[in-house]
């Protein structure tokens, strides 16, 4: 006989849900748009101002009235104040590495088929952004285990995933170190559902992969050059514990809606990365060999230097801008509504105490 079927509503609330219901209460960050569409996003406190050079709106107006209220400032400009959306909150979250955008972020959760209750594993944690779709999908019944191999970037990550929780969630628990060295330490052999990398060399996390993840699991990879895209499927073609790779990225144009004006936007954001999935095979199972070898399949250091963000024009990150922004992360929690006390006795009971150590 099968369990009586739940009605909907009926199962308890998930982690961070009834933070983001009913009227907005301090701690809690909104975000304010004017009437030419430009935002500001707030964190509320009892008798605080949100000031402009066209005058201020007190935080008490806002304190207890219903999402999407349009109030008035002192000057008499309108504010629509609504709760950020993941999407938002990402796009404006501290960061101190590039974060996976929303569109690829939505591609990843998809393609890699992360679902509620999986086991999965990531890297690198950057400053969090991918992680907190992934807690998203998983659930608080579900389980991801990160690896940071920096710990600026682990602090700033757990600022940014405990801001938008409302607190430390029950599914995550982050290890600093390499991951291609710590995940086969904690994660036992077979037992990873899904395995989620965003980093420079995943090719060289091959053995580790192979190791934790189950028969039929998927490995997915974000690289932001066609350098890492080709070292890496060449990599799993050679290796044969996987099947052929997939690669493709995706491309999203906004559009300007105006009466008949409707048109593509003039600008959009052209590349971010390409994602690359593979599924790992049953031990014993030998890997269909592809009909064509590549040309040339050496990779030499200077094909992957001459891709590397630096290479491509980006500032390197220095440790001190990491700790400034880390601290930035940390204080948005501290205003939240939870206080510090309460959020790190929730870490610490969470399994294996999963914090940064
Ligand atoms: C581009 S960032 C990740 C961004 C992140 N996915 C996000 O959405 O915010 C890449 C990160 O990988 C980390 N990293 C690189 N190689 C690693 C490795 N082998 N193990 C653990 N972390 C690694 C770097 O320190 C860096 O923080």
Partial sequence: MSATPTEPGECPSPHGAAARRGPFRPGERVQLTDEKGRMNTITLTQGGAFHTHRGFLQHDTLIGATEGTILENTSGQLYQALR????????????????????????????ADIYPGARVVEAGVGSGALSISLLRAVGDSGYLHSFERREEFADIARGNVETIFGGPHPAWKITLGDFQEQVVEHEGPGSVDRVVLDMLAPWECLDAVAAVLAAGGVWISYVATVTQLSRTAEAIRADGRFTEPEAWESMVRGWHLEGLAVRPDHRMVA?????????????????FTPKRRPSKAGFSEEDLNAWTPQAVGERDVSDKRLRRVARDAASTIQRGSLPPEEAQARRDAIADGGTVE
Avoid: C, E, N, W
């Fill in 271 to 287: 590349h971010t990365g390409f994602l690359l999935t593979t599924r790992r095979l049953a031990d014993g199972a030998v890997g």
């Fill in 84 to 111: 950020p959306l993941l999407s938002d909150f990402v796009l404006s979250m501290p960061r101190g590495a590039a974060v996976v955008y929303p569109k690829d972020a939505g591609q990843i959760v998809t393609m």
